[in-house]
């Protein structure tokens, strides 16, 4: 069966750190560009950040670009979202999704999520 | 930066045809998405690459992009459509999504 399974979220201080983890099984891993969508409480989808199946290239959304940082460990099956100087507006359900061959690949693939909640 | 609109809500009646549009400039030139979100789900690829359906998605799902329009469109809607539904582009290496449309079957 094709699954995504997240893990590693929870409640952080402002300004604090956490790392998500993706754990992928079912389908070949390395083939696929990854990605992260988040989704504060009752608003819509946004996406995070993306990586291509070496890892060589990745994007973010500007709202995180310097404190998230995206990576996969492909002999693990796994993707990661390492989260810095965390705010209250980071505060959502992430979400990792499968993306295809190419980035301008859609989603086929979702995880259950994980949720992140930024407060003191 | 890039911007997908969609209303904010739209209602349809059990049987009939819902449609769902999603603008942004020139969207015609990329490919639209479009996902379905029920409450406490995470969300279901229902279209991909303007009109194609994975397998699974039920063929009452079609799409459509052209100028600055991506559509959605559900015929012979069932309750069980009941759902948000977001539209999704590329543009630039960055995914944008629409701010999703909540459909409802009265």
């Known amino acids: 069966e094709v699954q995504l399974v997240e893990s590693g979220g929870g409640l952080v201080q402002p300004g604090g750190s956490l790392r998500l983890s993706c754990a992928a099984s079912g389908f070949s891993f390395s083939n696929y560009w990854m990605t992260w969508v988040r989704q504060a409480p009752g608003k819509g989808l946004e996406w995070v950040a993306n990586i291509k199946q070496d890892g060589s290239e990745r994007n973010y959304v500007d709202s995180v670009t310097g404190r998230f940082t995206i990576s996969r460990d492909n002999a693990k099956n796994s993707m990661y979202l390492q989260m810095n100087n965390l705010r209250a507006e980071d505060t959502a359900v992430y979400y990792c999704a499968r993306g295809g061959l190419a980035a301008g690949d859609g989603f086929d693939i979702w995880g259950q999520g994980t949720v992140v909640t930024v407060s003191s | 930066s890039y911007e997908l609109t969609q209303p904010p809500s739209v209602s349809v009646s059990p049987g009939q045809t819902a449609s769902i549009t999603c603008s942004g400039d020139?969207?015609?030139?990329?490919?639209a998405y479009w996902y379905q979100q029920r409450p406490g789900q995470s969300p279901v690829l229902v279209i991909y690459q303007d009109n194609k359906r994975p397998s699974g998605i039920p063929g009452r799902f079609s799409g459509s992009n052209s100028g600055n329009t991506a559509t959605l469109t559900i015929s012979g809607t069932q309750a069980m459509d009941e759902a948000d539904y977001y539209c999704?582009?590329?543009?630039?290496?960055?995914?944008?999504f629409g701010g999703g449309t909540k459909l409802t079957v009265l």
């Open positions: 999704q582009a590329w543009d630039n290496s960055l995914w944008v």
């Open positions: 020139k969207l015609g030139n990329k490919f």
